[in-house]
């Protein structure tokens, strides 16, 4: 146990680590000039060069990498561009609004997908899985952009029961901020919601056809016991895989229903940012992505021994 955690955050580290050299190299080989942006298009060539002096753009890429990924241990990447604001303070007034979407997103795909996976599962052949493959099919399809823009012209321009866009602290007010977050959490829930539909399905399936559930049942145990005792539990390992890799994934695709419905969360943070050519919020962001990627995955890796003590963690190591 010991040596495997000694290796993954090895691992880890050597990610993060990489990553920050190619979101580095990428911002700075973005076209425009960051000095340009921040003193405005009528500055003078002494005027640039004091910028670019401020901002560290005049000293060489190694010395500047050196001092961005020091600085970023210690949690300071540096100064917004775009409004002098330092980098950390702009992370935690966007952050929290993007975890709650991904949290409440993540849940709302794991009850439909859970439910339409044991429904395909359990109806093999019949109606019931038929439609739940079709919502499968349906979620995957359909661009979350043009799903969101649909949901807020019928569902809260026409309709009116869900507001259009806006954020309301769930710790200021609990049930207007769950409320507010309904909408773009569905939307951007649905995609993953199908994914656990589908592994779900295939898992049950693979598990109820198997010979000690046949025996299981000759010997007198009830579908339901059958159901919720092997093909459900031994759905939920596959899944627990599934929502790790999804919840990172959901954190990274929140920017476009932030968008959509005027979140202030990261990832409209992110948009802004490239638009602006912001590099230091921009690496920041794809730092704190890629950390939350990489600490999901690990913790995904010690939850299959606690929904299957069977499985130990030195094996999936090997």
């Known amino acids: 146990m010991a040596r495997y955690l000694v290796n993954r955050l090895w691992q880890s580290a050597l990610t993060l680590v990489l990553a920050s050299v190619i979101v580095f190299i990428g911002v700075r080989a973005l076209p425009g000039d960051p000095a340009l942006a921040m003193a405005g298009e009528e500055a003078d060539p002494a005027t640039l060069a004091a910028v670019r002096a401020q901002l560290g753009l005049d000293e060489s890429v190694v010395v500047q990498y050196l001092k961005f990924i020091g600085n970023a241990v210690t949690g300071d990447f540096g100064k917004s561009v775009r409004t002098g604001t330092p980098v950390s303070e702009l992370l935690g007034a966007t952050l929290p609004v993007t975890i709650q979407l991904a949290i409440y997103a993540m849940l709302v795909a794991l009850l439909l997908g859970l439910a339409a996976g044991v429904v395909a599962a359990v109806f ?138 005027s979140l202030p969360g990261i990832g ?51």
């Open 124 to 261: 093999r052949g019949r109606w019931p899985e038929w439609t739940a493959n079709g919502f499968s099919l349906f979620a995957l399809s359909v661009p979350t952009f043009w799903l969101g823009i649909l949901a807020v012209l019928y569902l809260s321009v026409q309709l009116g029961w869900f507001p259009a866009s806006g954020y309301v602290s769930p710790f200021d007010h609990p049930l207007r901020g769950v409320y507010y977050l309904t909408l773009p959490a569905v939307i951007l829930g649905l995609t993953h919601a199908a994914v656990v539909q589908r592994q779900t399905r295939s898992s049950m399936v693979a598990t109820l056809t198997a010979d000690f559930v046949r025996t299981a049942r000759a010997k007198g145990l009830g579908r339901g016991a059958v159901i919720f005792r092997f093909g459900l539990r031994n759905s939920l390992i596959v899944v627990t895989t599934i929502v790790g890799l999804q919840l990172g994934g959901l954190i990274a695709g929140a920017v476009v229903t932030e968008r959509i419905f």
């Open 268 to 318: 409209k943070l992110t948009l802004d940012s490239v638009f602006t050519r912001d590099y230091p919020v921009i690496q920041a962001v794809v730092l704190v992505i890629t950390a939350a990627y990489i600490v999901i995955n690990l913790l995904v890796d010690f939850l299959y021994t606690v929904i299957d003590p069977r499985m130990r963690v030195s094996g999936r190591a090997s």
